[in-house]
């Protein structure tokens, strides 16, 4: 059974940093592509940043130069390193492990960017 779990979240003040992990067990997690998405109370779910296997990443525009998505594969973790924070960027984040043609979600962890 497929597991992912994540962690990290909470309150910051604008400006500050979280590190947000995603614990992956029960699946080969070095040839899993992982996803980063959030989703604010009233908004669809989006995508913030996703790395392949072969440790290509991508990010939405909205965080380019502050996220940076990350993997131990030796500790089954993924990690979304989220400095400069801004309130937009309060949301549940979602980790989603993709070994295609399946996939599977995290139950999110809650950001909060406030003063």
């Known amino acids: 059974q497929v597991q992912v779990v994540e962690s990290g979240g909470g309150l910051a003040q604008p400006g500050g940093s979280l590190r947000l992990s995603c614990a992956v067990s029960?699946?080969?997690?070095?040839?899993?592509?992982i996803y980063w998405f959030r989703q604010a109370p009233g908004q669809q779910r989006e995508l913030v940043a996703h790395e392949t296997t072969g440790g290509t990443t991508n990010y939405a525009d909205s965080v380019k130069g502050r996220f940076t998505i990350s993997r131990d594969n030796a500790k089954n973790t993924a990690f979304l390193q989220m400095n400069y924070l801004k309130p937009e960027d309060t949301a549940v984040y979602y980790c989603?492990?993709?070994?295609?043609?399946?996939?599977?979600w995290g139950q999110g962890t809650q950001v909060t960017v406030s003063a």
């Open positions: 029960g699946i080969t997690f070095s040839i899993t592509t």
């Open positions: 989603n492990v993709q070994n295609f043609p399946r996939n599977y």
